[in-house]
Nanobody
Framework: QVQLVESGGGLVQAGGSLRLSCAAS????????MTWYRQAPEKKRELVAT???????NYADSVKGRFTISRDNAKNTVYLQMNSLKPEDTAVYYC?????????????WGQGTQVTVSS
């Protein structure tokens, strides 16, 4: 089991910045990748940024150059630094941990944190 707790969402004006945090606990040694997703109203959940256990990162095209995923291993925390925010970045942001248990890939989710960008 992995528990994830997100924080750092809020209301910001377009062009502003926010940093989201995702604190992980439990069987974190099984984590293969940490990923941030987001879901806007009436839209499908989409991948924003991901980091493998080896440190490889990938980003959605819509956030490349503006968002940065990072981690602090000592704190078991993953961050999403979001700069130059746009109204279309408004969504609930979810932290996801993918763990390998035997031959199975298990997903764990945080509760989500709301990000609202005003124009």
């Amino acid at each position: 089991q992995v528990q994830l707790v997100e924080s750092g969402g809020g209301l910001v004006q377009a062009g502003g910045s926010l940093r989201l945090s995702c604190a992980a606990s439990g069987s974190i040694f099984r984590v293969a990748a940490m990923t941030w997703y987001r879901q806007a109203p009436e839209k499908k959940r989409e991948l924003v940024a991901t980091m493998s256990s080896g440190g490889t990162t990938n980003y959605a095209d819509s956030v490349k150059g503006r968002f940065t995923i990072s981690r602090d291993n000592a704190k078991n925390t993953v961050y999403l630094q979001m700069n130059s925010l746009k109204p279309e970045d408004t969504a609930v942001y979810y932290c996801n941990a993918k763990t390998l248990q035997g031959s199975s890939l298990i997903n764990y989710w945080g509760q989500g944190t709301q990000v609202t960008v005003s124009s």
